[in-house]
Protein backbone atom coordinates (compact mmCIF):
# COMPACT_ATOMS: atom_id res chain seq x y z
CA UNK A 1 0.00 0.00 0.00
CA UNK A 2 2.68 2.40 0.98
CA UNK A 3 4.10 1.71 -2.52
CA UNK A 4 0.87 2.48 -4.67
CA UNK A 5 0.82 5.34 -2.67
CA UNK A 6 4.09 6.54 -3.20
CA UNK A 7 3.73 5.89 -7.24
CA UNK A 8 0.15 8.24 -6.66
CA UNK A 9 1.89 10.78 -5.71
CA UNK A 10 4.66 10.45 -7.95
CA UNK A 11 2.20 10.76 -10.96
CA UNK A 12 0.27 13.55 -9.38
CA UNK A 13 3.59 15.71 -9.30
CA UNK A 14 4.49 15.10 -12.95
CA UNK A 15 0.88 16.03 -13.97
CA UNK A 16 0.67 19.32 -11.91
CA UNK A 17 4.10 20.08 -13.44
CA UNK A 18 2.85 19.63 -17.26
CA UNK A 19 0.17 21.43 -16.74
CA UNK A 20 1.95 24.49 -15.33
CA UNK A 21 4.70 24.22 -18.46
CA UNK A 22 1.49 24.23 -20.94
CA UNK A 23 0.30 27.21 -19.03
CA UNK A 24 3.63 28.95 -19.31
CA UNK A 25 3.67 27.87 -23.17
CA UNK A 26 0.64 28.82 -23.96
CA UNK A 27 0.64 32.58 -23.83
CA UNK A 28 3.87 32.83 -25.90
CA UNK A 29 2.11 31.39 -29.09
CA UNK A 30 -0.99 32.87 -28.52
CA UNK A 31 1.25 36.09 -28.85
CA UNK A 32 3.40 34.61 -31.94
CA UNK A 33 -0.02 34.68 -33.70
CA UNK A 34 -1.46 38.00 -33.00
CA UNK A 35 1.76 39.79 -33.29
CA UNK A 36 2.78 38.27 -36.86
CA UNK A 37 -0.39 39.30 -38.89
CA UNK A 38 -0.90 43.02 -37.20
CA UNK A 39 3.33 43.43 -37.93
CA UNK A 40 2.84 42.27 -41.23
CA UNK A 41 -0.54 43.97 -42.70
CA UNK A 42 -0.34 47.00 -41.24
CA UNK A 43 2.25 48.51 -43.29
CA UNK A 44 0.01 48.29 -46.59
CA UNK A 45 -3.17 49.04 -44.50
CA UNK A 46 -2.24 52.37 -43.99
CA UNK A 47 -2.63 55.08 -46.80
CA UNK A 48 -0.36 57.26 -45.17
CA UNK A 49 1.09 55.38 -42.16
CA UNK A 50 0.40 57.87 -39.61
CA UNK A 51 -2.84 58.36 -41.30
CA UNK A 52 -5.73 55.89 -40.56
CA UNK A 53 -6.49 56.59 -36.80
CA UNK A 54 -5.93 59.14 -34.54
CA UNK A 55 -5.40 57.20 -31.46
CA UNK A 56 -3.66 54.30 -31.08
CA UNK A 57 -1.84 54.57 -27.67
CA UNK A 58 -3.36 51.85 -26.24
CA UNK A 59 -2.88 49.13 -29.12
CA UNK A 60 0.63 50.48 -29.38
CA UNK A 61 1.75 49.76 -25.39
CA UNK A 62 -0.06 46.39 -26.12
CA UNK A 63 1.98 45.70 -28.70
CA UNK A 64 5.61 47.10 -27.15
CA UNK A 65 4.75 45.10 -23.81
CA UNK A 66 4.10 41.61 -26.23
CA UNK A 67 7.48 42.34 -27.70
CA UNK A 68 9.48 42.86 -24.51
CA UNK A 69 7.44 39.40 -23.06
CA UNK A 70 9.21 37.76 -26.33
CA UNK A 71 12.42 39.23 -25.79
CA UNK A 72 12.56 38.02 -22.13
CA UNK A 73 11.34 34.86 -23.22
CA UNK A 74 13.80 34.64 -26.04
CA UNK A 75 11.45 34.16 -28.71
CA UNK A 76 12.39 35.92 -31.87
CA UNK A 77 10.57 39.23 -32.21
CA UNK A 78 8.73 38.95 -36.15
CA UNK A 79 10.69 41.76 -38.52
CA UNK A 80 7.86 43.49 -40.45
CA UNK A 81 7.98 44.36 -44.45
CA UNK A 82 9.47 48.08 -44.11
CA UNK A 83 8.96 50.52 -47.29
CA UNK A 84 12.79 51.34 -48.31
CA UNK A 85 13.79 54.44 -46.56
CA UNK A 86 10.90 55.28 -44.74
CA UNK A 87 12.70 54.39 -41.55
CA UNK A 88 15.90 55.89 -42.65
CA UNK A 89 15.52 59.75 -41.65
CA UNK A 90 18.74 60.40 -44.34
CA UNK A 91 16.23 58.99 -47.11
CA UNK A 92 13.28 60.73 -45.95
CA UNK A 93 15.03 64.14 -45.89
CA UNK A 94 16.48 63.62 -49.38
CA UNK A 95 12.62 62.66 -50.34
CA UNK A 96 11.32 65.97 -49.06
CA UNK A 97 14.42 67.87 -50.80
CA UNK A 98 14.06 65.78 -54.21
CA UNK A 99 9.66 66.65 -54.05
CA UNK A 100 10.55 70.57 -53.73
CA UNK A 101 13.62 70.73 -56.29
CA UNK A 102 11.55 69.22 -59.01
CA UNK A 103 7.85 70.66 -58.29
CA UNK A 104 9.19 74.39 -57.42
CA UNK A 105 11.80 73.63 -60.62
CA UNK A 106 9.74 72.37 -63.29
CA UNK A 107 7.10 74.87 -62.38
CA UNK A 108 8.98 78.23 -61.92
CA UNK A 109 11.02 77.78 -65.05
CA UNK A 110 7.99 76.97 -67.08
CA UNK A 111 6.24 79.64 -65.88
CA UNK A 112 9.11 82.41 -66.20
CA UNK A 113 10.95 81.71 -69.00
CA UNK A 114 7.87 80.75 -71.36
CA UNK A 115 4.10 81.20 -69.81
CA UNK A 116 4.45 84.62 -68.12
CA UNK A 117 6.09 86.00 -71.73
CA UNK A 118 3.17 84.32 -73.91
CA UNK A 119 0.82 85.71 -71.23
CA UNK A 120 2.42 89.48 -71.30
CA UNK A 121 2.09 89.69 -75.00
CA UNK A 122 -1.08 90.59 -75.25
CA UNK A 123 -1.97 88.40 -78.25
CA UNK A 124 -5.09 86.96 -77.82
CA UNK A 125 -4.24 82.82 -79.07
CA UNK A 126 -0.88 83.57 -76.51
CA UNK A 127 -2.50 84.89 -73.61
CA UNK A 128 -5.45 81.96 -73.99
CA UNK A 129 -2.88 79.06 -74.86
CA UNK A 130 -1.16 80.59 -71.44
CA UNK A 131 -4.12 80.63 -69.37
CA UNK A 132 -4.39 76.62 -70.70
CA UNK A 133 -0.86 76.33 -69.92
CA UNK A 134 -1.12 77.98 -66.08
CA UNK A 135 -3.81 75.14 -65.50
CA UNK A 136 -1.65 72.00 -66.53
CA UNK A 137 0.95 73.24 -64.37
CA UNK A 138 -1.44 71.92 -61.60
CA UNK A 139 -0.30 68.56 -62.02
CA UNK A 140 3.44 69.28 -61.88
CA UNK A 141 3.25 68.41 -58.02
CA UNK A 142 1.75 65.13 -58.92
CA UNK A 143 4.64 64.36 -61.77
CA UNK A 144 6.98 64.79 -59.15
CA UNK A 145 5.61 62.81 -56.51
CA UNK A 146 5.22 60.26 -59.21
CA UNK A 147 8.97 60.60 -60.49
CA UNK A 148 10.55 60.27 -56.77
CA UNK A 149 8.71 57.75 -55.63
CA UNK A 150 10.04 55.47 -58.92
CA UNK A 151 13.77 56.65 -58.54
CA UNK A 152 13.95 56.25 -55.03
CA UNK A 153 12.11 53.00 -55.08
CA UNK A 154 9.34 54.03 -52.67
CA UNK A 155 6.79 52.32 -55.34
CA UNK A 156 2.77 53.88 -55.01
CA UNK A 157 2.25 52.45 -51.52
CA UNK A 158 0.56 54.95 -48.97
CA UNK A 159 -0.55 57.17 -51.54
CA UNK A 160 -3.54 57.72 -50.34
CA UNK A 161 -5.88 56.53 -52.76
CA UNK A 162 -8.57 54.82 -51.05
CA UNK A 163 -11.68 55.90 -51.59
CA UNK A 164 -13.53 55.04 -47.38
CA UNK A 165 -16.43 57.07 -48.12
CA UNK A 166 -18.53 54.76 -45.77
CA UNK A 167 -16.53 54.79 -42.97
CA UNK A 168 -15.67 58.47 -43.21
CA UNK A 169 -19.05 59.97 -44.65
CA UNK A 170 -19.23 63.65 -43.04
CA UNK A 171 -15.91 64.27 -44.18
CA UNK A 172 -16.28 63.06 -47.67
CA UNK A 173 -19.27 65.27 -47.77
CA UNK A 174 -17.71 68.55 -46.40
CA UNK A 175 -15.06 67.87 -48.64
CA UNK A 176 -17.59 67.90 -51.70
CA UNK A 177 -19.91 70.66 -50.03
CA UNK A 178 -18.09 72.50 -47.41
CA UNK A 179 -15.79 74.88 -48.69
CA UNK A 180 -18.89 75.71 -51.61
CA UNK A 181 -20.92 76.46 -48.64
CA UNK A 182 -17.78 78.60 -46.83
CA UNK A 183 -17.27 80.39 -49.85
CA UNK A 184 -20.82 81.48 -50.25
CA UNK A 185 -20.87 82.47 -46.33
CA UNK A 186 -17.75 84.22 -47.15
CA UNK A 187 -19.80 86.68 -49.85
CA UNK A 188 -22.53 86.36 -47.68
CA UNK A 189 -20.72 88.12 -44.84
CA UNK A 190 -19.00 90.69 -47.95
CA UNK A 191 -22.05 91.97 -49.11
CA UNK A 192 -23.85 92.27 -45.58
CA UNK A 193 -20.48 94.82 -44.98
CA UNK A 194 -20.67 96.16 -48.39
CA UNK A 195 -24.38 96.03 -49.06
CA UNK A 196 -23.96 98.75 -51.70
CA UNK A 197 -21.39 97.11 -53.62
CA UNK A 198 -24.11 93.93 -54.25
CA UNK A 199 -25.41 93.94 -58.02
CA UNK A 200 -28.21 90.97 -58.76
CA UNK A 201 -28.46 92.20 -61.95
CA UNK A 202 -24.23 91.41 -63.04
CA UNK A 203 -24.09 94.66 -64.39
CA UNK A 204 -20.28 94.66 -64.45
CA UNK A 205 -20.37 91.24 -65.99
CA UNK A 206 -22.67 91.94 -68.59
CA UNK A 207 -20.47 94.67 -69.71
CA UNK A 208 -17.41 92.77 -70.48
CA UNK A 209 -19.61 89.62 -71.76
CA UNK A 210 -20.48 92.08 -74.01
CA UNK A 211 -16.93 93.13 -74.65
CA UNK A 212 -15.39 89.74 -74.93
CA UNK A 213 -18.10 88.53 -77.35
CA UNK A 214 -17.61 87.42 -81.22
CA UNK A 215 -19.92 89.43 -82.35
CA UNK A 216 -19.04 92.86 -80.21
CA UNK A 217 -21.46 95.93 -80.47
CA UNK A 218 -24.26 93.96 -81.45
CA UNK A 219 -27.62 94.06 -78.47
CA UNK A 220 -27.82 91.05 -76.13
CA UNK A 221 -30.56 90.04 -74.52
CA UNK A 222 -28.93 90.82 -70.62
CA UNK A 223 -32.08 89.47 -68.90
CA UNK A 224 -31.45 85.82 -70.36
CA UNK A 225 -27.63 85.66 -70.14
CA UNK A 226 -27.96 86.98 -66.49
CA UNK A 227 -30.77 84.14 -65.72
CA UNK A 228 -28.69 81.50 -67.84
CA UNK A 229 -25.65 82.16 -65.56
CA UNK A 230 -27.30 81.96 -62.36
CA UNK A 231 -28.76 78.81 -63.09
CA UNK A 232 -25.11 77.51 -63.71
CA UNK A 233 -23.87 78.93 -60.48
CA UNK A 234 -26.74 76.68 -59.04
CA UNK A 235 -25.42 73.65 -61.00
CA UNK A 236 -21.39 74.51 -59.88
CA UNK A 237 -22.92 74.94 -56.34
CA UNK A 238 -23.39 70.84 -56.65
CA UNK A 239 -20.81 70.04 -58.63
CA UNK A 240 -17.69 72.38 -58.44
CA UNK A 241 -16.05 69.82 -55.92
CA UNK A 242 -16.04 67.78 -59.35
CA UNK A 243 -15.37 70.36 -62.16
CA UNK A 244 -11.57 70.94 -61.35
CA UNK A 245 -10.99 67.70 -59.85
CA UNK A 246 -7.77 66.44 -62.14
CA UNK A 247 -6.02 70.07 -61.23
CA UNK A 248 -6.97 69.80 -57.89
CA UNK A 249 -5.31 66.19 -57.44
CA UNK A 250 -2.33 66.91 -58.77
CA UNK A 251 -1.48 69.62 -56.18
CA UNK A 252 -3.07 67.25 -53.08
CA UNK A 253 -1.42 64.43 -54.13
CA UNK A 254 1.85 66.19 -54.00
CA UNK A 255 1.61 68.71 -50.99
CA UNK A 256 -0.43 66.65 -48.98
CA UNK A 257 -0.43 62.68 -49.87
CA UNK A 258 3.22 62.72 -50.26
CA UNK A 259 5.12 66.10 -48.33
CA UNK A 260 2.37 66.49 -45.50
CA UNK A 261 3.04 62.76 -44.19
CA UNK A 262 7.58 63.38 -44.75
CA UNK A 263 6.98 66.74 -42.80
CA UNK A 264 4.78 65.00 -39.98
CA UNK A 265 7.13 62.16 -39.30
CA UNK A 266 9.97 64.61 -39.29
CA UNK A 267 8.69 67.84 -37.50
CA UNK A 268 5.28 66.68 -35.90
CA UNK A 269 1.86 67.85 -36.70
CA UNK A 270 1.97 71.61 -36.17
CA UNK A 271 4.98 72.46 -38.67
CA UNK A 272 3.99 69.89 -40.82
CA UNK A 273 0.93 71.56 -41.45
CA UNK A 274 2.03 75.24 -41.56
CA UNK A 275 4.59 73.99 -43.41
CA UNK A 276 3.12 72.48 -46.54
CA UNK A 277 0.31 74.77 -46.46
CA UNK A 278 3.37 77.56 -46.74
CA UNK A 279 4.38 75.17 -49.74
CA UNK A 280 1.79 75.25 -51.23
CA UNK A 281 1.05 79.15 -51.14
CA UNK A 282 4.38 79.83 -52.64
CA UNK A 283 4.55 77.63 -55.62
CA UNK A 284 2.03 79.90 -57.43
CA UNK A 285 4.81 82.82 -56.61
CA UNK A 286 5.86 83.90 -60.61
CA UNK A 287 2.20 83.76 -60.97
CA UNK A 288 1.37 86.26 -58.48
CA UNK A 289 4.54 88.79 -59.60
CA UNK A 290 2.45 88.80 -62.98
CA UNK A 291 -1.25 90.07 -60.81
CA UNK A 292 -2.55 86.78 -62.00
CA UNK A 293 -4.17 86.29 -58.60
CA UNK A 294 -4.24 89.08 -56.15
CA UNK A 295 -3.99 91.76 -59.09
CA UNK A 296 -0.89 94.50 -59.25
CA UNK A 297 -1.93 97.92 -58.08
CA UNK A 298 -1.71 97.45 -54.58
CA UNK A 299 0.56 98.87 -52.31
CA UNK A 300 3.85 96.17 -51.56
CA UNK A 301 3.36 94.49 -54.93
CA UNK A 302 4.70 91.98 -55.43
CA UNK A 303 5.91 91.02 -52.14
CA UNK A 304 2.64 91.40 -50.12
CA UNK A 305 0.80 89.49 -52.81
CA UNK A 306 2.77 86.58 -52.31
CA UNK A 307 2.92 86.62 -48.73
CA UNK A 308 -1.21 86.81 -48.93
CA UNK A 309 -0.86 83.79 -50.98
CA UNK A 310 1.06 81.94 -48.63
CA UNK A 311 -0.89 82.97 -45.82
CA UNK A 312 -4.37 81.61 -48.05
CA UNK A 313 -2.67 78.30 -49.06
CA UNK A 314 -1.88 77.61 -45.40
CA UNK A 315 -5.34 78.82 -44.33
CA UNK A 316 -6.76 76.14 -46.74
CA UNK A 317 -3.81 73.84 -46.64
CA UNK A 318 -4.85 73.26 -42.81
CA UNK A 319 -8.65 72.22 -43.78
CA UNK A 320 -7.07 70.20 -46.56
CA UNK A 321 -4.35 68.51 -44.17
CA UNK A 322 -7.24 67.93 -41.58
CA UNK A 323 -8.86 65.88 -44.44
CA UNK A 324 -6.28 63.91 -45.33
CA UNK A 325 -5.05 63.11 -42.21
CA UNK A 326 -8.68 62.19 -40.46
CA UNK A 327 -9.31 59.79 -43.08
CA UNK A 328 -6.42 58.98 -44.60
CA UNK A 329 -7.49 59.21 -47.98
CA UNK A 330 -6.74 62.40 -50.38
CA UNK A 331 -10.30 62.33 -51.94
CA UNK A 332 -11.99 64.77 -49.83
CA UNK A 333 -8.73 67.50 -50.11
CA UNK A 334 -9.35 67.03 -53.94
CA UNK A 335 -12.90 67.62 -53.54
CA UNK A 336 -12.64 70.47 -51.47
CA UNK A 337 -9.67 72.10 -53.50
CA UNK A 338 -11.64 71.79 -56.27
CA UNK A 339 -14.48 73.65 -55.43
CA UNK A 340 -12.35 76.70 -54.14
CA UNK A 341 -10.87 76.50 -57.29
CA UNK A 342 -13.86 76.70 -59.35
CA UNK A 343 -15.79 78.91 -57.00
CA UNK A 344 -13.17 81.70 -56.07
CA UNK A 345 -14.46 84.49 -58.39
CA UNK A 346 -17.89 83.73 -59.36
CA UNK A 347 -19.37 85.77 -56.54
CA UNK A 348 -17.10 89.25 -57.43
CA UNK A 349 -19.10 88.87 -60.51
CA UNK A 350 -22.46 90.33 -58.57
CA UNK A 351 -20.19 93.17 -57.46
CA UNK A 352 -20.60 97.18 -59.34
CA UNK A 353 -16.42 97.23 -59.39
CA UNK A 354 -15.16 93.87 -59.51
CA UNK A 355 -14.56 93.24 -55.98
CA UNK A 356 -10.94 92.68 -54.04
CA UNK A 357 -8.97 90.09 -53.90
CA UNK A 358 -7.67 91.56 -50.90
CA UNK A 359 -11.06 91.95 -49.16
CA UNK A 360 -13.62 90.34 -50.85
CA UNK A 361 -16.49 88.46 -51.60
CA UNK A 362 -13.45 86.12 -53.11
CA UNK A 363 -12.35 83.98 -50.71
CA UNK A 364 -9.20 84.89 -50.58
CA UNK A 365 -10.21 88.49 -48.99
CA UNK A 366 -10.07 89.07 -45.67
CA UNK A 367 -13.93 89.20 -44.85
CA UNK A 368 -14.90 86.73 -47.17
CA UNK A 369 -12.22 84.63 -45.76
CA UNK A 370 -13.44 84.36 -42.11
CA UNK A 371 -15.62 81.36 -42.41
CA UNK A 372 -12.35 79.41 -44.02
CA UNK A 373 -10.40 81.08 -41.11
CA UNK A 374 -12.89 79.87 -38.31
CA UNK A 375 -12.75 76.21 -39.78
CA UNK A 376 -8.79 76.20 -40.58
CA UNK A 377 -8.81 77.32 -36.46
CA UNK A 378 -10.96 74.29 -35.25
CA UNK A 379 -9.15 71.88 -37.19
CA UNK A 380 -5.96 73.50 -36.14
CA UNK A 381 -6.95 73.00 -32.68
CA UNK A 382 -8.13 69.42 -32.93
CA UNK A 383 -4.96 68.19 -34.49
CA UNK A 384 -2.73 70.33 -32.39
CA UNK A 385 -4.61 67.82 -29.18
CA UNK A 386 -5.31 64.68 -30.83
CA UNK A 387 -1.74 64.60 -32.75
CA UNK A 388 -1.77 61.10 -34.90
CA UNK A 389 1.50 58.56 -33.56
CA UNK A 390 4.09 58.45 -36.09
CA UNK A 391 2.88 54.35 -36.26
CA UNK A 392 5.53 51.79 -34.82
CA UNK A 393 8.33 53.45 -37.15
CA UNK A 394 11.41 54.49 -36.13
CA UNK A 395 11.74 58.51 -37.05
Known amino acids: MAQLEKKSDAISQEETQLEVENANEQPILDNSEETEPSEEGKVESDAFDITKKFKHNQVSSMKQGTGKTLQQQGREIPKKRELIGVTDKKMETKRILYFLALCFGVTWISEIFAIIPMYRSGEAELVKEATRMISQMMLTPAFATLMIRLVTREGLAKSGFQFNFFEHRFLFLFGWFGMTILTVLGAAVYFLIFPDNFDPNMTNFIASYN ?4 DAGASIDAVNVVAAYKTDLLIKFFTAAALDAINSFG ?33 YAPLVTIGYYYGDGNVGFPVVNIIAMCIFGMVTGIIYSFLSLQTGSIFPAVFAHSAVNVLMSQAMLFTHDGGNFFVGPSPTGILSGLPFIIVAVLCFVYIYKNPIPSSEEKV
Do not use: D
Not at 211 to 214: L, Y
Not at 261 to 273: D, E, I, N, W
Open 251 to 283: VEWGFRAYLLPKLYRKFGAVPAVLLSGFASGLW
Open 211 to 214: QGAP
